[in-house]
């Protein structure tokens, strides 16, 4: 059964840092990793997607990378903003189920 | 593209009633999820459809909750009766397929009370 973790849960950081928010997962039959943003009273937006034979993906500041053996992942934020802010989830999909199975998030201050 | 849009935003219902929860999906999309939030459990999957069809329920708590998916425009969520512990945020959210090499696109949630 797949379980995800995140840790921190929160994180607080000065603006124009650089930071790392860590995932980690029991099933390393993953069949895809998603990283999604949250902000208070919204829903989810998906940031980027690694797929299992992919190792790492990037999409402007962000990077996410993805070590299966190990059963990590991290997503790297350049220059952190205060429009960062906001609660960073992993999710991992099975390759069993294709089920998406959710971290409880870490949530991000970034503080001008 | 409008989005995932879910129906109602907010709903504030006494135990014992009857709530339905509303969904479409983003035009084209074959794969509906829909997802439970709450601070203790953080999201949940519930119950998700490929090509309307109901693929995985094993997430619905109880029997008083059922899902449908009538076309592919559109899905519900029941629940009946309603107790206070499902007070929660529910997202519906949509993919072009289970989420393999798609990204899930989520809708604004309806934020559920119930008294």
């Known amino acids: 059964k797949q379980e995800v973790t995140q840790i921190p849960a929160a994180l607080s950081v000065p603006e124009g840092e650089n930071l790392v928010l860590n995932c980690s997962f029991t099933?390393?039959?993953?069949?895809?990793l998603q990283w999604f943003r949250q902000d208070p009273g919204k829903g989810l937006t998906s940031l980027l997607l690694i797929q299992s034979s992919q190792r790492e993906q990037t999409s402007g500041r962000l990077n996410a990378s993805l070590d299966k053996s190990s059963g990590r992942s991290t997503l790297y934020i350049a220059a952190s903003q205060p429009g960062d802010s906001a609660t960073y989830l992993c999710?991992?999909?099975?390759?069993?189920?294709?089920?998406?199975?959710f971290g409880q998030g870490t949530t991000l201050q970034v503080k001008p | 593209d409008a989005g995932v849009i879910q129906s109602p935003r907010h709903e504030v219902t006494e135990m014992g009633q009857e709530v339905t929860l509303r969904c479409k999906p983003i035009?084209?999309?074959?794969?509906l999820f829909w997802y439970r939030q709450t601070m203790m459990r953080g999201l949940e999957l519930l119950i998700y459809?490929?090509?309307?069809?109901?693929?995985?329920d094993s997430g619905m708590p109880e029997d008083r909750f059922s899902a449908k998916m009538p076309n592919a425009s559109f899905s519900t969520l029941k629940i009946q009766p309603s107790e206070p512990r499902d007070s929660a945020v529910y997202f519906c959210?949509?993919?072009?397929?289970?989420?393999?090499?798609?990204?899930?696109?989520f809708g604004n949630g309806t934020r559920l009370t119930v008294t």
């Open positions: 959210a949509s993919s072009n397929d289970r989420g393999g090499v798609s990204p899930l696109h």
């Open positions: 999710a991992g999909a099975s390759s069993n189920t294709g089920k998406l199975i």
């Open positions: 099933d390393s039959a993953i069949y895809n």
């Open positions: 035009s084209g999309h074959n794969s």
């Open positions: 459809f490929n090509n309307n069809v109901p693929i995985d």
